[in-house]
Antibody, heavy 119, light 106 residues
Framework: EVQLVQSGAEVKKPGESLKISCKGS????????IGWVRQMPGKGLEWMGT????????RYSPSFQGQVTISADKSIDTAYLQWSSLKASDTATYYC????????????WGQGTLVSVSS | DIQMTQSPSSLSASVGDRVTITCRAS??????LGWYQQKPGKAPKRLIF???SLQRGVPSRFSGSGSGTEFTLTISSLQPEDFATYYC????????FGQGTKVEIK
């Protein structure tokens, strides 16, 4: 069974750093891309970027370029989304999702990680 | 950037109704479009890929059509479990979601 299991909810202060994770199982992790999606409270879905775990080829949506870093560790079948300095506006639920190739639509999704940033 | 205009933003319908949701792309995207269902507090679930292909395990009352710039998701007979928010996603150039359509009980 294909599963993407994300790390737990986080409560942080503005200016702090954070790295959340997404662990794949039930499939060959390096054969699929991983994408990240943001959903701010009560709002719609926004695509952030994608990574190929096999070679770490990473592509960011223009709105998120320079705001976050996407990475992967293929030795432990895990992808990451990180911030160097959080802002209150980063408060959102973040989902990872699996893509068959770099330009496909995602099929399986993680359960989401809620990130709350407040002073 | 490709913009996706989804309509309506919300609708009220009764069990058994036929429901149609539309997404319009700002430029042609071929059939590079998926439809997703999201229930409160849950991750999105893919219903349709490649504009008209039904995801395995998804009931046949869901169907997708269109190509180029105009796409439609149809629910032929709305069921109680279908009350949710629906999103289109273009993946022809980067990826862009539609704004979402909330389907509520009339």
């Amino acid at each position: 069974e294909v599963q993407l299991v994300q790390s737990g909810a986080e409560v942080k202060k503005p200016g702090e750093s954070l790295k959340i994770s997404c662990k794949g199982s039930g499939y060959i992790f390096t054969s699929y891309w991983i994408g990240w999606v943001r959903q701010m409270p009560g709002k719609g879905l926004e695509w952030m970027g994608t990574i190929s775990p096999s070679d770490s080829d990473t592509r960011y949506s223009p709105s998120f370029q320079g705001q976050v870093t996407i990475s992967a560790d293929k030795s432990i079948d895990t992808a990451y989304l990180q911030w160097s300095s959080l802002k209150a506006s980063d408060t959102a639920t973040y989902y990872c999702a699996r893509l068959a190739y770099s330009s496909s639509s995602p099929d399986y999704w993680g359960q989401g990680t809620l990130v709350s940033v407040s002073s | 950037d490709i913009q996706m205009t989804q309509s309506p933003s919300s609708l009220s319908a009764s069990v058994g109704d036929r429901v149609t949701i539309t997404c319009r792309a700002s430029q042609g995207i071929g059939n590079d479009l998926g439809w997703y269902q999201q229930k409160p507090g849950k991750a999105p679930k893919r219903l349709i890929f490649a504009a008209s292909s039904l995801q395995r395990g998804v009931p046949s009352r869901f169907s997708g059509s269109g190509s180029g710039t105009e796409f439609t998701l149809t629910i032929s007979s709305l069921q109680p479990e279908d009350f949710a928010t629906y999103y289109c996603l273009q993946h022809n150039s980067y990826r862009t979601f539609g704004q979402g359509t909330k389907v509520e009980i009339k």
